[in-house]
């Protein structure tokens, strides 16, 4: 028996939208997670564009559905772009997304992710340490890597979420999803996700994705893409050997599974 989602649309319904409209998303995020980020994103039904000049990032953040933003390797050219095309995703009216790699490392890293949030992302996707970082309380992060666990971060979460008027998904062996209001917890995944490099950097830009199909329902559209991240993830798990035959066989398992197996794989409750 099907269990009913505990949102709505369905992520499956989500998933349908999503490929129907192919969005075209502009993600400016590292180096490293370029070519995998835009793999994942054809993998799953969308247009990926990366995009971040300074002259023309503000411009084309007007043709697209939707902005990533990955401040995982920041220089000030970067974040030239990263401001422009922020700028103008608010300014039109648009859905951004917000991933805080390592903000608080540095202080370049604090000043670039201050002025990110003055420029209002409908969603920021990041892990433990970053969210509970962002949220102003001490984190265990070092680096990239968090050191705090999902469940520790779903009270700075709902604060960051309240203060900012936003979503906040935070990632991880169980992720949170919450808007301040809505609290909603994603099950799935697999212990192989975390050993191949920028994954978690190219779920932020298929959250852009699914946001950029769905913008009414920006909390609706975060959940059905981690769910269907977390479902592909288990089920590549099943055969792959290790980290680097997991990855073919993920990219392959975003491509193949529909909108009725993410309605009936999903394992999403409310909190």
């Not at 502009?26 to 793999?39: G, R, S, Y």
């Not at 401040?71 to 401001?83: E, Q, V």
């Not at 990239?144 to 520790?152: F, I, T």
């Not at 779903?154 to 203060?163: D, F, G």
Request: charged content about 15%; hydrophobic content about 50%; overall charge negative.
């Amino acid at each position: 028996m099907q269990v009913e989602s505990p949102i709505h649309p369905t992520p499956g319904a989500l998933l349908a939208a999503m490929r129907d409209r192919n969005p075209l998303v502009q993600n400016i995020t590292n180096f490293v997670a370029m070519n995998i980020a835009a793999n994942v994103m054809l993998a799953a039904g969308a247009s990926p564009a990366m995009v971040h000049a300074t002259e023309e990032a503000g411009e084309f953040a007007g043709i697209a559905a939707a902005v990533t933003i990955n401040i995982g390797t920041i220089s000030p050219d970067f974040l030239a772009g990263m401001l422009e095309a922020a700028k103008a995703s608010t300014m039109a009216g648009k859905p951004w997304i917000l991933d805080p790699v390592a903000h608080f490392a540095t202080a370049y890293r604090r000043d670039a992710i201050a002025r990110l949030l003055d420029l209002r992302p409908t969603v920021i996707r990041g892990n433990a340490s970053e969210i509970i970082a962002l949220a102003g309380a001490h984190s265990r992060g070092q680096g990239v890597d968090a050191g705090d666990s999902v469940a520790s971060a779903e009270q700075a979460a709902i604060a960051l979420a309240t203060e900012r008027t936003c979503v906040v998904a935070v990632t991880g062996d169980i992720d949170f999803v919450t808007d301040g209001q809505r609290k909603i917890r994603i099950h799935g995944g697999s212990p192989l996700m975390p050993q191949v490099t920028a994954l978690g950097c190219s779920l932020t830009c298929l959250v852009g994705a699914f946001v950029g199909a769905a913008p009414d329902t920006p909390i609706e559209a975060t959940v059905a893409a981690l769910a269907l991240f977390a479902l592909a993830g288990e089920g590549a798990a099943e055969t792959a050997q290790g980290p680097g035959s997991f990855l073919p066989l993920f990219l392959d398992r975003l491509a193949a599974t529909t909108p009725d197996m993410l309605d009936a794989g999903a394992r999403i409750v409310s909190a």
